[in-house]
């Protein structure tokens, strides 16, 4: 190495060269992992490139025309051309592994197959970093399993699990990082038979631990000939790699079905996943060629059917994310191509199939809600003619009708009697002041749900507004402005004393998603003038977010600092929706926000605006959009004019319960096409789907 780059065009900023490690190749021969080290100055107009250094050490090994094999030789050594992978470390990375301050490096060499061997680890104090180099026989894999894992949960800038695909920590080469504590099982393989696992504590308050094992597994080939039986229905399964292991990247999977029947398709179950038509854009989480058509794949937390009305169907699956994803089941079966679906049953956007009487009766049986659409509930059958067969629409402890019709003279499902209180879970507590007296009497909790959130000191007022209008001081004291590195960037809420809600897309990208860079501005009418800001601890995107269609934008994000009682008057946490409210086309809410006032400006507003949107029906705001998931809500004017628009984004939809008076939080600002544009309505995150989701993280808000 000091031959080839001494005498190179980047000789000056050589340093050395330095073997980090030798493992087998898989030819008989060495592998040789080792840095090359430049010191290179910030200065301007240096030319200085990855694929450069690459360049030169391939330029310097001498291969001959006549013998076209991959060795050629280096000063007389056989040199694998294809064993030549470079990747760029950074300087930290190297001094890390070159020896000093740390005592915490293990070399373990595992040599038979399925055999566990464990790895636990402890750190009780001071600054740690911990090297697990992990060596298979060759030909063979690494599966590391984790059972627990005790870190701080601050996206790995204090401490981090990063597991890597090669014996070096370059980051090219990451295939997962875990940023979070966590008692559930997680395994993971390597796509050779190599894997470095390091643990990393910068500030040792609390014992970090780690506990966990790793194996040898043989290669497996993943994909196979299936042929279907002639019954329909779901009859197998299919996975991803190595499940349930998250699957390592560069995968590639090929399935070939047959039924026995002409008139038989395939019918695919995905769990907690689907595939939609490839647009120009590549595919983030595995793209799949069906019959020759292309589709790209989504991770989302129901499951989907997708069939293909074809006898012979040829399924290939390849991995396109350069990290390991989580573990991937679909069911299979052949179906009836005339006929999908069973008579008298409806098939869902989702591909499921339920039945018609399971329409328009106010439960997501599609999963995507798609069986609730075109239904028109709420206007037709709260007047008198109230439908009788939509029985869940009645005495179901949710006001569905305006007036309530729905939920009254229900003495029989309800046997409530006059001055108890009705928990959510329809049993009746008999304590008159059961509500918010810190005492939990409903089995669910819910008559201690939404007590400290959602009033103001400011007393509302109702006319409508026309635009936006500047808010009064106090009027919102959930609403939050995010600064990214010192400039207003995006909306969030108050949720609790240390926990905002906010969009996902804001925090898409390197740079956005490093909560060091974020400052929450809180209890702020004009901008700038915040009576509370704090820096961010913690940002929690959505793992489901999809940034092609915006589907679960929400981001959960810990303060560094609570705010405090004092500052009550102009901070306070909004209620949060329970997984069971539902909104009503026509419903009025309000969005507010220091975003742009208008769509063509580009500048932010000073003081906080506040509009009155209406809630849009469903049906249609998807006829107008099309794609619209049940994790999303439209509101706005048809008419256009009233609208969040850009620096909106992740900032509330409040809408006023008609019940106590209570604010709730029903949608956060998410995206839309243009703002305040006739027709096309502002689209919000749907707050009550996530309920269960904010609630793992902060449990203290219901
Ligand atoms: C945005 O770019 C944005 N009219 C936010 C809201 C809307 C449109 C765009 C809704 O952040």
Redesign the pocket.
Known sequence: MNRVYTKSAFSKFYKQSIVSDVSNNNNGGLLIHFWIVFVVPQAKGQVFCEDCVAAILKDSIQTSITNRTSVGSLQGLAVDMDSIVLSVGLRSDYSSTTGTGTNCIYDLHADRLHQHFPLDISITSGRMICYFKLIALVGHLIRLSISAIQIEADNCITDSLTIYDALMPIKSRILYRICEPTNSFLSFVSTNNLMLVTLKSTQVQKVKEFHGYFEIIPQEKCGKVILALGNTGFEGRITSPYYPSYYPPKCICAWNFQTPQKNLGIALKFHNYTISEKSIKGCEHGWWKINEHMYCGYYIDHQTIFRVGSAAVNVEFQCSSKLSEQPLLVEYGSYNISQPCPLGSFVCHTGLCVQQTQRCDAINDCFDESDELFCDVSRHECNTSFLTQHHSLLCDGINDCEDGQDEQDCTESVPCANNTFKCNNNMCFRKQNAKCDGIIDCLDGSDENNCRCGSTKYGHTHHRIVGGSDAQEGEWPWQVSLHFGGVAYCGASVISKEWLLSAAHCFQGNRLSDPRIWTAHLGMRIQGKAKFISPVRRIIVHKYYNNRNYDYDIALLQLSTPWLDTMKWLIQPICLPPSTHRVHSGEKCWVTGWGQKHEADDEISAILQKAEVEIIDQTLCHSTYGLITARMLCAGMMSGKR???????GGPLSCRSKGDGKWFLTGI?S??Y??GRPNFP??YTRVSNFATWIHKYVPSVF
């Open positions: 609208d969040s628009c850009k620096g909106d984004s600002v995206w839309g243009g703002c502002g689209v």
